[in-house]
């Protein structure tokens, strides 16, 4: 007798009873949907907040920061505006020549092998300034790579929360790989997104997007009312507050450490050794950036930055310890070659 | 309570025990497949995105499932607030698949690897097409093929004859013939 394999699968997943898993924590499920959910919007907070770097290590402190509020919502907005509403449009009038994929995709060619590049639905978690974001489109009617090749592409990224637009970045960049599959042509070029505001009107954007959970939608040309959408991919933006001090003697106004949680920091024989533990995928280019070493990172490609700063032999590192769900860069400052 | 709460808690009593099973089949591990639904649920439900209703929740939760295992994140955090000793099989015998059957099945599956498991499992159960497999793993179409056609044999192997639709869009030339 053979095996019906497809029936079989069919029958023991969906035969299976009604009923919560015994092994299902759904207190903590519901929690941790729910606090990805929250929004941190506040109003401009006043200024005055307590300086990191001298305050005792055992106190918890926060260093404040304006948070900008979201723009609202605007009833009748043109879809693809600051404020409005795109969802019917994404809806109604999904785009699938455009993909986006999180950091620097790359399809490969090599030794006439075409990959594909794998379907992402979110771009991950970030905490710095800009989001490093893959943009692939299709070339329908395209022959082949060669005539696209070179040929400017306009594209949009819509940022909402909610449904309603709050960030709109337009974006024309070179194409830097590509690839030919099924009679599909592929293009792909790399950007940062810049994780700001849009201009409502009467009100300048710019300010950087509270933490959150967002979605990314992509459309062609720079043109509103949108007519047709391409997404949504998930998009997280982690709060950039450092919620716990550093500690006295850390040359912290000369070695800007990421946000995040301070996990270990101690000081042996003039080194300082920091970990500081934060759930982005940017966490180590967000602390070559504060570095200055963002785009050197860029051309080699290291997982190890070394610097002296006004005096200090600075080592940073991106570690794969984990503390709970976070993976957390490494500093190393000390006076002397490390 | 919120209405995306409301959805949520109608998929895990619906179907929590049926995307337990879906992801037992990808992970080949029941204890490692409960921390992954778990995830998966999170990821999907914190987000913004309105969910209208559990049928709809569902197709984004097991595609977040076989994210979460493909991308093979080791989580040190562990979901089991309660740990039962006894055995949680709690199958319901269906007449047109014996006991036997659905056990073997499994074993089977849990032999291949990751690729193939997850090959198998989205033809077979989600019965989508070689393209679209291709595309949900970031493969080739031809690499699809190839994976399923070794899984199949590996799986006949254990089984036996399967009553698989090996249809032309699987069907290899058999290279190492021609080497």
Request: hydrophobic fraction near 40%; proline fraction near 5%.
């Amino acid at each position: 007798m053979s095996t019906d394999l497809s029936r079989t699968l069919h029958a023991t997943i969906d035969g299976e009873p009604a009923g919560v898993p015994t092994a299902f924590d759904m207190s903590r499920v519901r929690a941790r949907a729910r606090r990805r959910r929250t929004v941190r919007v506040a109003t401009r907070a006043a200024t005055g907040a307590a300086a990191v770097g001298v305050i005792a290590f055992a106190g918890l402190h926060a260093t404040r920061r304006d948070v900008t509020p979201l723009p609202p919502a605007r009833e009748g907005a043109a879809p693809g505006t600051c404020g409005s509403d795109v969802r019917a449009v994404a809806d109604e009038h999904p785009d699938d020549s455009i993909s986006l994929y999180a950091g620097v995709a790359q399809a490969h060619e090599e030794f006439g092998d075409d990959q594909p590049v794998p379907e992402q639905s979110a771009l991950g978690r970030v905490v710095g300034p800009e989001a490093e974001i893959t943009l692939g489109v299709r070339h329908d009617g395209a022959p082949s790579l060669d005539p696209v090749w070179d040929t400017p592409v306009d594209l949009r990224l819509v940022v909402t929360h909610d449904g309603t637009v709050v960030g709109v970045v337009d974006e024309s960049v070179d194409t830097t790989s590509g690839y030919e599959r099924d009679g599909e042509v592929w293009t792909f070029r790399t950007v940062r997104m810049p994780m700001v505001t849009c201009d409502e009107p009467g009100r300048s954007g710019g300010d950087r997007l509270p933490a959150g959970e967002y979605e990314v939608y992509a459309t062609r040309g720079d043109d509103t009312p949108v007519t047709a959408l391409a997404g949504p991919w998930d998009l997280t933006v982690v709060d950039d507050t450092l919620v716990a001090a550093l500690p006295a003697g850390f040359p912290s106004d000369v070695v800007p450490v990421i946000p995040g949680r301070v996990v270990r920091a101690e000081e042996h024989d003039g080194v300082w050794t920091v970990e500081v533990a934060n759930p982005a995928d940017d966490r180590f280019l967000e602390a070559a950036r504060l570095l200055g070493e963002r785009d050197y990172l860029d051309m080699v490609g290291v997982d190890k930055i070394e610097k002296v700063v006004d005096g200090w032999w600075v080592e940073v590192h991106n570690s794969s310890r984990i503390y709970g769900d976070n993976e957390t860069v490494s500093y190393f400052v000390g006076h002397r070659p490390l | 309570m919120a209405a995306w709460e409301q959805v949520l808690d109608d998929l895990v009593q619906v179907r929590g025990h049926a995307l337990v099973r879906y992801a037992t089949y990808l992970t080949g591990d029941r204890r490692q497949a409960e921390d992954v639904v778990q995830e998966a649920l999170v990821r999907c439900f914190g987000r913004t995105r309105t969910l209208r209703d559990a049928v709809a929740a569902e197709a984004y939760v097991r595609r977040a499932i076989l994210t979460e295992f493909l991308d093979g994140h080791r989580r040190t955090t562990r979901w089991r607030s309660v740990r039962h000793l006894m055995a949680r099989d709690e199958h319901v015998e269906s007449p047109e698949v014996s006991t036997v059957e659905r056990a073997s099945v499994e074993a089977a599956l849990a032999t291949l690897s990751p690729r193939l498991r997850a090959c198998v499992v989205l033809r077979f159960y989600d019965d989508l097409t070689v393209a679209e497999i291709a595309r949900t793993l970031g493969l080739a179409d031809g690499t699809v093929k190839r994976y399923l056609s070794d899984a199949m044999d590996a799986l006949e192997g254990v089984l036996g004859p399967l009553n698989a639709d090996r249809t032309t869009d699987i069907e290899l030339v058999n290279t190492r013939e021609a080497r």
